[in-house]
Nanobody, 116 residues
Framework: QVQLVESGGGLVQPGGSLRLSCAAS????????MTWYRQAPGKERDLVAS????????SYSDSVKGRFTISRDNAKNTVYLQMDSLKPDDTAVYYC?????????WGQGTQVTVSS
């Protein structure tokens, strides 16, 4: 059974940090590119950060560049999103996404709320 399980979300004050994790199971994690998306209330789901299957290539949206860091541990079948200098505009549900040539998978999402 394929699963992507996000964790690490919560409530944080502006300027704070959170680290999201996405644990994968049921498929060959090491051949999938991984992406974090987010969706704020009333808005479309937007790409936040991506990492290639081997972890050598990363990319970020302009809105998070310099503040967020994506990484992965293929031995643990887990992808991470380190979020620093958080802003209220970062408030959203964050989703983990796995993509190969043939198929994609989504996680169920984890809520991140940035508020004082």
């Amino acid at each position: 059974q394929v699963q992507l399980v996000e964790s690490g979300g919560g409530l944080v004050q502006p300027g704070g940090s959170l680290r999201l994790s996405c644990a994968a199971s049921g498929f060959t994690f090491s051949v999938f590119a991984m992406t974090w998306y987010r969706q704020a209330p009333g808005k479309e789901r937007d790409l936040v950060a991506s990492i290639s299957a081997a972890g050598r290539i990363v990319s970020y949206s302009d809105s998070v560049k310099g503040r967020f860091t994506i990484s992965r541990d293929n031995a643990k079948n887990t992808v991470y999103l380190q979020m620093d200098s958080l802003k209220p505009d970062d408030t959203a549900v964050y989703y983990c996404h796995a993509k190969s040539v043939y198929i994609t998978y989504w996680g169920q999402g984890t809520q991140v709320t940035v508020s004082s």
